[in-house]
């Protein structure tokens, strides 16, 4: 098979049989979270005034991102993993645009399986692709980092990769984990002054977490929605 990683939300020009796209900090971290506090399905937007279109339609809908990592006025959830954790969402429809992981998802619809993850669903992503949509040796399989310079999505696609080719394990889980607390990206949330970025997200983010499903991207929808894949 031939694994390629890419980093940034840019379109890819070459097909894939199979995409993954990767958020650490936070977009798909808080994705998996979602799902976890019971939210049905996820759809996915490129601006803030197409979610605000879509609740003036469906008021239930829940609104979630960030612009440039801050939240968005009127939107009900931020882009926090500590707080969606917090939210009773059973049945719930979110609405999320984020600056780099939505945004590469958009952008990247014409593999013929796509899936989101974080970090923190990183293994069981890389292993239900693995073992269920590559049995040949000629596929092709993206892996973009969707962050353009994050070294925490280049280090989970790092690792995402090595499992799929069934590699002995060059990269471990404990050295992706360090690599996202000292990425760039996370300086500021381990900066006491800056108020708008919360250090227990990234605790969030590292943790790998055993559940029993994948975030699979329905592109024959209308809007491009993440909905769960039972494994």
């Known amino acids: 098979m031939d694994i390629r990683i890419y980093q940034g939300s840019d379109a890819i020009e070459t097909e894939a049989k199979v995409t993954v796209v990767i958020d650490v900090i936070r977009a798909f971290t808080v994705a998996h979270y979602a799902f976890l506090q019971g939210v049905k399905e996820i759809y996915l937007v490129e601006t803030v005034e197409h979610a605000f279109r879509m609740k003036?339609?469906?008021?239930?809908?829940?609104?979630?991102?960030?612009?440039?990592?801050?939240?968005?006025?009127?939107?009900?959830?931020?882009?926090?993993?500590?707080?969606?954790?917090?939210?009773?969402?059973?049945?719930?429809?979110?609405?999320?645009?984020?600056?780099?992981?939505?945004?590469?998802?958009?952008?990247?619809?014409?593999?013929?399986?796509?899936?989101?993850?974080g970090f923190t669903n990183a293994r069981k992503t890389a292993e239900f692709i693995r073992d269920n949509l590559l049995p040949g040796n000629n596929e092709i399989v993206h892996i973009i980092a969707s962050h353009p310079s994050g070294d925490d999505d280049y280090a989970c696609a790092e690792f995402m990769k090595q499992i799929m080719e069934g590699d002995s394990v060059l990269i471990s889980a404990h050295e992706v984990?360090?690599?996202?607390?000292?990425?760039?990206?996370?300086?500021?949330?381990?900066?006491?002054?800056?108020?708008?970025?919360?250090?227990?997200?990234?605790?969030?983010?590292?943790?790998?977490?055993?559940?029993?499903?994948?975030?699979?991207?329905?592109?024959?929808?209308?809007?491009?929605?993440?909905?769960r894949v039972q494994l």
Do not use: W
């Not at 997200?201 to 029993?212: A, G, P």
């Open 56 to 117: 003036e339609k469906n008021p239930d809908f829940v609104l979630a991102g960030e612009v440039n990592g801050l939240a968005i006025d009127e939107f009900d959830l931020d882009n926090s993993p500590s707080h969606i954790q917090e939210e009773e969402l059973t049945g719930k429809t979110l609405v999320q645009k984020t600056t780099n992981g939505v945004r590469a998802t958009l952008n990247n619809l014409s593999s013929n399986h796509l899936f989101v993850t």
């Open 177 to 227: 984990i360090d690599r996202i607390i000292h990425a760039h990206v996370a300086e500021k949330f381990f900066d006491e002054y800056n108020t708008a970025f919360n250090r227990e997200d990234i605790m969030y983010c590292i943790e790998e977490l055993d559940t029993n499903f994948v975030m699979k991207v329905d592109q024959t929808s209308k809007i491009p929605k993440i909905e």
